[in-house]
């Protein structure tokens, strides 16, 4: 039932971040300083990939590359914020999701180690259990013999392995 509702919230807060995103675009070239910073970054990456394509492409990299316009070096730089927003609350949202699981993973591993323990703790005390039944019927034969009582050793003797006693099993009724 979770996973539904964290995933719809996931696509929600995507669905909500483009309208902030359009809002950062169209603030992105209104105020002066910020507008030159965003132009110089526009520049930069225009550089950066016009060589990267030359080189895809074979073609010199050492050619002077023209600068955008400033118009245009506002519209990318603003193309640019907007898609950088939207994809760090993308990835924001698929971090939350992985550390969720992780912790719901640790949940369950904890739970089963719990589980684990128990069922051991559990063993030693059946351990414990049959060595005090072992010792105790060991000393009821031990009685039986010393009186002479023959009906008891005639008891177990169908179920006797080298002093040992065994609990019998279905199959052997």
């Given at each position: ?29 209104l105020?002066?300083?910020f ?6 970054m526009?520049?930069a ?5 016009t ?6 492409y ?5 050619a ?7 118009e245009k070096?506002?519209q990318?730089?603003?193309d640019?914020?907007?898609?950088l ?16 699981s992780?912790?719901s ?12 323990e ?7 005390e059946?351990?414990?259990e ?5 010792q105790?019927?060991?000393e009821v034969d031990?009685?039986?013999r ?6 008891f ?7 006797a392995?080298?002093g ?10």
């Open positions: 039932m979770i996973l539904p509702v964290v995933k719809l919230g996931t696509l929600a807060l995507k669905t909500f971040c483009k309208p902030i995103a359009n809002r950062l675009k169209k603030e992105a070239g105020h002066p300083k507008r030159h910073f965003i132009i110089n526009a520049q990456n225009h550089r950066f990939s060589k990267m394509q030359r080189r895809i074979g073609h010199s990299v050492d002077v590359i023209r600068p955008l316009d400033e070096a506002v990318a730089a603003a640019l914020i907007g898609e927003f939207v994809f760090s609350v993308a990835g924001a949202a698929v971090i939350s999701e992985v550390q969720r992780s912790r993973e640790a949940r369950k591993e904890e739970k089963r180690r719990q589980e684990i128990a069922m051991m703790r559990r063993d030693e059946l351990a414990k049959i060595q005090v039944l072992k105790m019927l060991d031990q009685l039986a010393g009186r002479g009582i023959a009906g050793s005639h008891f177990k003797h169908g179920h392995t080298e040992i006693y065994r609990i019998p099993t279905m199959v052997e009724n």
